[in-house]
């Protein structure tokens, strides 16, 4: 039997994920697909129709979806319905549940890169940034008991949404972009979300890393460039790095357990992802 697979989203010509999904495939010896559905809004309903029509295995959905496709799920699982987004449908028989693997995916790539923080909760963190992909990971970072997490963003609002999100006694101070670059010398952890420093903006960064403390670890999510300008700044003064793409292959590898319920192996992906990206 051949599982089918895709990504709804616009646009998505460019993604990675049909690349990462066809190994995962591979690697976990499923017969499978992974395509592409490029769409306007309009076409949103009849899309997933169709993919239930034909008994997709299940999707992912991607900007600017993640929101707009909540009304015609069935269900949502706890953590997608507590970030409001999905990016992870599994169907079940018939039934089109919602999954958020963006923000476990970040802390899984996070941890396999610097496995203190598996059992070291005792970490200052800033997130820099409040959009969708801070959502997550906020909440990911919270759920895992870490116990500070301040948000510094431009629009001081996004950040106080977010810190609604909070479900323990971990400590959320909201910041300024000022405050932030002024006080990282206090941070373990420094995780840049925002969308300054991406390719059309390359030699931008959301605030400056003088004052960031020798051996934080100081990551992006943003993966084109690989090395944005905050990551390179920051290893010039003795930041430890963490680069996004390995983001994106933690979240596709959750994504995959959900709908198969096994976690297939990561091995040089991130190398070779990272060798694709540098072109
Ligand atoms: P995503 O879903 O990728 O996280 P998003 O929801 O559009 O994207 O969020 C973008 C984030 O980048 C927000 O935190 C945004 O700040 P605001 O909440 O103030 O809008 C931040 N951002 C975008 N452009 C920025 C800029 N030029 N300077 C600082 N922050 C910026």
């Known amino acids: 039997m051949e599982h089918n697979l895709g990504l709804i989203g616009f ?5 990675l ?13 499923i017969k499978g697909t992974y395509s592409i559905f490029e769409i306007n809004d309009k076409l949103l309903k009849n899309q997933i129709e169709m993919m239930k029509q034909n008994r997709f295995k299940g999707f992912n959905v991607t900007l600017p979806y993640k929101t707009k496709i909540i009304p015609y799920l069935d269900d949502l699982d706890h953590n997608a319905r507590n970030i409001g987004a999905v990016n992870t449908v599994l169907n079940l028989d018939g039934r089109l549940i919602g999954y958020n693997t963006d923000g476990i995916g970040y802390l899984r790539s996070l941890q396999q890169y610097y496995p203190e923080l598996v059992t070291d ?6 997130l820099i940034g409040a959009g969708g992909a801070a959502r997550g990971i906020y909440y990911a970072l919270n759920q895992s008991g870490f ?4 948000i510094a963003n431009r629009t001081i609002e996004n950040a106080n949404s977010i810190a609604e999100l909070k479900t323990n006694d971990t400590v959320t101070n909201i910041l300024t972009l000022n405050q932030a670059e002024d006080n990282l010398v206090h941070y373990d952890v420094i995780i840049q979300t925002t969308n300054v420093g991406m390719k059309s903006n390359q030699h931008d960064s959301p605030i400056k ?6 051996s934080a670890i ?6 084109q460039p ?4 905050f990551l ?3 290893s010039l003064v003795g930041g430890r790095v963490h680069h996004g793409h390995t983001m994106l292959l933690n979240q596709a590898q959750y994504a995959f357990e959900i709908w198969f319920g096994q976690r297939p192996e990561l091995g040089s992906m991130d190398i070779q992802l990272k060798l694709l990206l540098e072109g």
């Open 209 to 214: 890393l003088k004052h960031v403390r020798e």
């Open 147 to 150: 116990n500070t997490i301040d």
């Open 17 to 29: 994920s049909p690349w990462i999904h066809r190994q995962f495939l591979e690697k976990a010896k």
């Open 218 to 223: 100081v990551s992006d999510i943003i993966y």
């Open 226 to 229: 690989i090395w944005t300008s």
């Open 11 to 15: 646009p998505i010509k460019h993604s």
């Open 232 to 234: 390179k700044n920051a």
């Open 121 to 126: 909760k005792q970490k200052n963190i800033l």
